[in-house]
Protein backbone atom coordinates (compact mmCIF):
# COMPACT_ATOMS: atom_id res chain seq x y z
CA UNK A 1 0.00 0.00 0.00
CA UNK A 2 1.14 3.59 -0.99
CA UNK A 3 1.92 5.54 1.72
CA UNK A 4 2.85 9.40 1.42
CA UNK A 5 3.54 11.52 4.32
CA UNK A 6 4.02 15.51 4.01
CA UNK A 7 5.74 17.47 6.78
CA UNK A 8 7.53 20.47 6.73
CA UNK A 9 4.44 23.34 6.09
CA UNK A 10 4.31 26.08 8.24
CA UNK A 11 3.73 30.15 8.39
CA UNK A 12 6.11 32.64 6.41
CA UNK A 13 5.92 36.36 5.80
CA UNK A 14 6.22 36.86 2.13
CA UNK A 15 9.49 36.58 0.14
CA UNK A 16 10.27 33.93 3.06
CA UNK A 17 11.20 30.05 2.43
CA UNK A 18 10.02 26.67 3.49
CA UNK A 19 11.38 22.84 2.29
CA UNK A 20 8.49 20.57 2.26
CA UNK A 21 9.06 17.07 2.68
CA UNK A 22 6.93 13.82 1.50
CA UNK A 23 7.83 10.42 3.43
CA UNK A 24 7.37 7.42 0.67
CA UNK A 25 6.09 3.93 1.88
CA UNK A 26 5.42 1.12 -0.14
CA UNK A 27 6.21 2.48 -3.69
CA UNK A 28 8.09 -0.33 -5.72
CA UNK A 29 7.77 0.66 -9.17
CA UNK A 30 11.68 1.84 -10.75
CA UNK A 31 9.18 3.52 -13.06
CA UNK A 32 7.71 6.69 -11.28
CA UNK A 33 6.28 10.15 -11.65
CA UNK A 34 6.42 12.01 -8.27
CA UNK A 35 4.66 15.45 -8.03
CA UNK A 36 4.06 18.61 -5.49
CA UNK A 37 0.34 19.98 -5.55
CA UNK A 38 -1.41 23.08 -3.92
CA UNK A 39 -5.36 24.08 -3.43
CA UNK A 40 -5.95 26.93 -2.33
CA UNK A 41 -9.55 27.68 -0.47
CA UNK A 42 -12.08 27.91 -2.95
CA UNK A 43 -9.81 26.67 -5.79
CA UNK A 44 -8.92 24.10 -7.75
CA UNK A 45 -5.95 21.58 -7.17
CA UNK A 46 -3.24 23.04 -9.32
CA UNK A 47 0.48 20.99 -10.35
CA UNK A 48 3.38 22.97 -8.64
CA UNK A 49 6.40 20.65 -9.89
CA UNK A 50 6.86 16.95 -10.83
CA UNK A 51 9.82 14.53 -11.29
CA UNK A 52 9.99 11.09 -12.87
CA UNK A 53 12.60 8.30 -12.57
CA UNK A 54 14.62 9.64 -15.15
CA UNK A 55 15.52 12.99 -13.88
CA UNK A 56 13.24 15.30 -16.23
CA UNK A 57 11.66 17.45 -13.89
CA UNK A 58 8.69 20.19 -14.63
CA UNK A 59 7.42 23.13 -13.28
CA UNK A 60 4.14 25.27 -13.42
CA UNK A 61 4.81 28.52 -15.45
CA UNK A 62 3.94 30.13 -12.15
CA UNK A 63 7.08 28.89 -10.12
CA UNK A 64 9.87 28.20 -12.85
CA UNK A 65 13.03 29.40 -11.32
CA UNK A 66 11.27 29.87 -7.89
CA UNK A 67 10.81 26.19 -6.31
CA UNK A 68 12.65 23.36 -7.00
CA UNK A 69 11.38 19.44 -6.61
CA UNK A 70 14.38 16.96 -5.96
CA UNK A 71 14.14 13.44 -4.41
CA UNK A 72 16.01 11.72 -1.90
CA UNK A 73 16.30 8.23 -3.06
CA UNK A 74 18.10 6.65 -0.21
CA UNK A 75 15.81 8.54 2.02
CA UNK A 76 12.87 7.84 0.33
CA UNK A 77 11.38 11.12 0.55
CA UNK A 78 10.48 13.96 -2.03
CA UNK A 79 10.95 17.54 -1.48
CA UNK A 80 9.77 21.18 -2.87
CA UNK A 81 12.30 24.02 -1.73
CA UNK A 82 9.93 27.12 -1.68
CA UNK A 83 11.99 30.73 -2.01
CA UNK A 84 10.49 33.84 -2.53
CA UNK A 85 7.18 32.88 -1.30
CA UNK A 86 3.80 35.20 -1.89
CA UNK A 87 0.87 35.84 -0.34
CA UNK A 88 -1.41 34.14 -3.11
CA UNK A 89 0.65 30.92 -2.39
CA UNK A 90 -1.22 30.34 0.97
CA UNK A 91 -2.62 26.28 0.19
CA UNK A 92 -2.65 23.07 1.44
CA UNK A 93 -0.01 21.52 -0.52
CA UNK A 94 -0.12 18.11 -0.92
CA UNK A 95 2.24 15.10 -2.44
CA UNK A 96 1.10 12.54 -5.38
CA UNK A 97 2.92 9.88 -7.05
CA UNK A 98 1.94 7.29 -9.67
CA UNK A 99 3.57 5.08 -12.52
CA UNK A 100 6.22 7.58 -14.77
CA UNK A 101 3.31 7.65 -17.77
CA UNK A 102 2.04 10.63 -15.68
CA UNK A 103 4.53 12.29 -16.32
CA UNK A 104 5.15 11.99 -19.62
CA UNK A 105 1.71 13.16 -19.82
CA UNK A 106 2.48 16.10 -18.35
CA UNK A 107 4.99 16.71 -21.09
CA UNK A 108 3.08 15.69 -24.30
CA UNK A 109 -0.33 17.54 -22.77
CA UNK A 110 0.35 19.56 -19.78
CA UNK A 111 -3.96 19.31 -19.21
CA UNK A 112 -4.70 19.32 -15.78
CA UNK A 113 -1.94 17.63 -13.82
CA UNK A 114 -4.10 16.11 -10.72
CA UNK A 115 -5.99 13.70 -13.64
CA UNK A 116 -2.81 11.83 -14.06
CA UNK A 117 -2.22 10.75 -10.12
CA UNK A 118 -3.80 8.02 -8.40
CA UNK A 119 -1.65 7.94 -4.93
CA UNK A 120 -1.57 11.51 -2.71
CA UNK A 121 -0.86 12.19 0.88
CA UNK A 122 -3.01 14.21 2.93
CA UNK A 123 -1.85 17.52 2.95
CA UNK A 124 -0.04 19.84 5.02
CA UNK A 125 -0.63 23.98 5.19
CA UNK A 126 1.01 26.85 4.00
CA UNK A 127 0.71 30.14 4.96
CA UNK A 128 2.67 33.16 3.40
CA UNK A 129 1.62 36.77 5.45
CA UNK A 130 2.19 39.81 3.38
Known amino acids: QVQLVESGGGSVQAGGSLRLSCAVS????????MGWFRQAPGKEREGVAA???????YYAQSVRGRHTISLDNAKNTLYLQLISLKPEETAMYYC????????????????????????WGQGIQVTVSS
Open 96 to 119: AADRGLACRKIGWYGGTWRHYFDY
Open 26 to 33: GYTYSDYC
Open 51 to 57: LDSTGNS
